[in-house]
């Protein structure tokens, strides 16, 4: 079993930066494969970044050079640095892990592990 904590949630200004962290629980994370993904009210969950086991990284397309995925494995914990952001990245962020990358980015009812969410919510 994996037990995702997220943090590093809370009110932004639009154009400013927040960082969000999910830490992981047991002594395999080097295995999984990691991601964020987020639910905005009303909206479905949607894939926003994931990191393969071996640091391949995917965005997507309305994150992308604005946001940045990392891990740290000795620190059993992913990051999602998320800079210049907008309204409409409000949403709760939610870190999962999965042994697959594929799995993350493509079959988000076949994913592992789930955290709780952590609230971004971006004014304007």
């Known amino acids: 079993q994996v037990q995702l904590v997220e943090s590093g949630g809370g009110l932004v200004q639009a154009g400013g930066s927040l960082r969000l962290s999910c830490t992981a629980s047991?002594?395999?994370?080097?295995?999984?494969?990691m991601g964020w993904f987020r639910q905005a009210p009303g909206e479905e969950r949607e894939f926003v970044a994931g990191i393969s086991r071996n640091d391949n990284i995917y965005y997507a397309n309305s994150v992308k050079g604005r946001f940045t995925i990392s891990r740290e494995n000795v620190k059993n914990t992913v990051y999602l640095q998320m800079n210049i952001v907008k309204p409409e990245d409000t949403a709760v962020y939610y870190c999962v892990a999965d042994p697959l990358i594929s799995t993350i980015m493509r079959s988000i009812d076949g994913i592992d592990y789930w955290g709780k969410g952590t609230l971004v919510t971006v004014s304007s």
């Open positions: 047991g002594r395999t994370f080097s295995t999984y494969a």
